[in-house]
């Protein structure tokens, strides 16, 4: 990449570059009827990247987790936290938008996919998932320092449905939860059964405006990409967006062994995701 090319791409990528030219599309080319497109999956999954990959386009107006207004702004402890706002204030802001998309990001609400994607017909949702070591190694050192993993967990290990790690479960991965929950005596088989419990929301909440994306696609094969996700959204990409995914080596070896049960657990459950993912080439 020549000087100019990289002076191009800095410009193109720049967050504050991005809002200007979203602000004025916005105002150049009014949309009045805004679609929603919701990107879903566990997190430490390229949930970020993917919204990027996105939102590049000057025709999104794009949310992240926790984003005002879309997300409630509360103290940590509260189970509202950076969860989506009622669906009626939703509307409201949606409907006060001008550009032709807007992208959130509702992490905390991917067991609720299903039912968004009801609530506004029109709009589209894309489930992106990871490989389980990766996303493990991720969770334990984004998290590191910032509070323990294992209380982090407890939610999750209790089947508590107040919140959102444990809300809407399906009945099988519930009793899985419940059957093999003393396993998860380190972060490492936490993280593991967190991984679980996260994608198997994929399937609990299937629909056919809701599309599965694998990390490892996105970043290999980024043009490819980029056309199902165009085909998906009934949107054309500018081909230069696919130079932007960066791959973050995640080789190291985990920390600790995940259990057996559990390690068949998380293959099988990768098989079903890559068997649900959407193919790169026709």
Avoid at 76 to 98: A, G, M
Avoid at 150 to 172: C, F, R
Wanted: glycine fraction near 4%.
């Amino acid at each position: 990449m020549n000087l100019l090319q990289r002076a191009s791409w800095r410009l193109m990528t720049s967050y504050k570059v991005n809002k200007l030219r979203t602000r004025v599309h916005a105002v150049m080319h009014p949309c009045e009827d805004p679609r929603l497109v919701f990107i879903f999956g566990c997190q430490r999954s390229g949930t970020t990247m993917l919204r990027n990959f996105i939102g590049f386009d000057p025709r999104v107006s794009d949310y992240g987790e926790g984003d005002p207004p879309y997300f409630w702004q509360t103290p940590t402890e509260d189970p509202r936290y950076i969860r989506l706002i009622p669906d009626e204030e939703v509307e409201k802001l949606r409907r006060s938008e001008r550009n032709d998309i807007v992208l959130i990001k509702p992490l905390h609400d991917t067991q609720r996919a299903a039912e968004l994607l009801d609530k506004w017909p029109k709009s589209k949702g894309v489930f992106i998932f990871r490989h389980y070591r990766e996303v493990i190694l991720s969770h334990l050192t984004y998290y590191r320092g910032r509070y323990e993993p294992m209380p982090y967990l407890k939610d999750l290990l209790e089947l508590n449905e107040a919140s959102w790690k444990a809300e809407s479960l399906g009945a099988e991965m519930r009793e899985f939860i419940r059957t093999h929950r003393h396993l998860a005596t380190t972060p490492t088989a936490g993280f593991a059964l967190f991984w679980l419990a996260r994608n198997s929301l994929l399937f609990d909440n299937a629909h056919p405006n809701l599309i599965a994306l694998h990390y490892a696609d996105l970043i290999k094969h980024p043009r490819e990409a980029l056309r199902v996700l165009g085909r998906h959204l009934d949107m054309t990409f500018d081909e230069r967006y696919s130079d932007f995914p960066e791959h973050r080596d995640r080789e190291k070896p985990l920390p600790d062994e995940i259990p057996p049960v559990l390690l068949a657990a998380c293959e099988a459950m990768m098989s079903r995701l890559l068997q649900a993912a959407s193919p790169m080439r026709d």
